[in-house]
């Protein structure tokens, strides 16, 4: 069982940055792809980034690419969420979740969910 805390959320003005982390309990974390996914209400939970554990590839939501950039620490149990340039519709609630499988951009994949954390972009 992985445990998942995310934090580092918060309200930006837009063009501004945020970095979310994701701290994990599990002592095998470098063996799990880390995901970020988001949400608005009403809208379904959407992809954002996802690093893996073996190879520290990368994959991005074309959304986010170019403003976006997360890395991992596996000696910390964390990943991160390097947010630039953020704009109004980043707003939303943001979940770190875990996989087996590698590199994983399918919310079904994930087996592992933190209670997520809150972003505000205001214009």
């Known amino acids: 069982q992985v445990q998942l805390v995310e934090s580092g959320g918060g309200l930006v003005q837009a063009g501004g940055s945020l970095r979310l982390s994701c701290a994990a309990s599990?002592?095998?974390?470098?063996?799990?792809?880390i995901a970020w996914f988001r949400q608005t209400p009403g809208k379904e939970r959407e992809f954002v980034a996802a690093?893996?554990?073996?190879?520290?590839?990368?994959s991005y939501a074309d959304s986010v690419k170019g403003r976006c950039t997360i890395s991992r620490d596996n000696a910390k149990n964390t990943v991160y969420l390097q947010m630039n340039s953020l704009k109004p519709e980043d707003t939303a609630v943001y979940y770190c979740a875990a996989s087996r499988y590698f590199l994983v951009v399918t919310m079904t994949r994930y087996n592992y969910w933190g209670q997520g954390t809150q972003v505000t972009v205001s214009s």
């Open positions: 690093i893996s554990g073996s190879t520290g590839a990368t």
């Open positions: 599990e002592g095998t974390f470098s063996s799990y792809t």
